[in-house]
């Protein structure tokens, strides 16, 4: 993680002295000190205009997000998802936006509580994909069963999260931040579901089952 740190650092040096750059946060993987050699470097920087732009740096992936604080507190504002920008980053230059920005971004992460409509939507699409997969599992229909699984374990852990009450990660920050859900199917339960031969589907339907009973507890 050394070699991202440096990259880092070589690029914020030059919005120090810069008028129109009013902050700079590290966030993703660098900033939980979970990288790997090969992780790519995520930077916001608040300035005066919007736009995302890639760039390799000493052969590291850089992904920057220009962004004002009206934009950003937009987005917090639309997307329950854009918490996790801020979760577990570090400040490296602020002016106090990105401070009241993590504020708010902590605030809705704690106090998070999914909508009726999006835990209806949720429970229907589990219950579809517990009658297709149960029905490939009974006829040993291995094709349909793997298509199955495949296709539908991200709405299973966006279940999972709807039990904890907290908002869906980006697919990156599921690896980081699963660990941190206080009600799990079982221990281990994201090692056993992605095993080395992809999603275990007969697995899966336990997990289904087992978010279907939590929302008629919960909700």
Not at 18 to 44: H, K, Q, T
Not at 120 to 142: D, F, P, Y
Request: with cysteine.
């Amino acid at each position: 993680m050394q070699k991202q740190e440096e990259v880092f650092k070589k690029f914020t040096k030059d919005f120090l002295t810069r008028a129109d750059i009013y902050g700079v946060l590290l966030m993703g993987s660098v900033a939980a000190n979970c990288a790997s050699e090969n992780s790519d470097l995520d930077i916001m920087v608040l300035c005066n205009e919007n736009k995302f732009e890639v760039k390799y740096i000493d052969n590291v992936m850089v992904e920057i997000i220009y962004t004002t604080y009206e934009r950003r507190l937009e987005k917090l504002n639309e997307s329950s998802m854009e918490v996790y920008h801020f979760l577990q980053s570090k400040i490296e230059y602020d002016n106090g936006y990105f401070a009241e920005l993590i504020k708010i971004a902590n605030n809705k992460y704690e106090n998070y509580v999914p909508t009726a409509d999006y835990i209806k939507t949720v429970t229907h699409w589990l219950e579809s994909t517990r009658l297709k997969l149960s029905s490939a599992i009974n006829q040993m229909n291995g094709m349909n069963r793997t298509f199955y699984a495949s296709t539908n374990v991200w709405k299973v852990l966006e279940g999972i999260w709807m039990v904890n009450r907290k908002p869906m990660p980006p697919s990156a920050s599921v690896l980081r931040f699963h660990k941190e859900l206080s009600k799990k199917p079982c221990e281990n339960w994201f090692e056993k579901l992605f095993t080395g031969n992809g999603v275990d589907a007969f697995f899966l339907l336990e997990i289904i089952d087992w978010i279907l009973l939590e929302v008629s507890i919960l909700y």
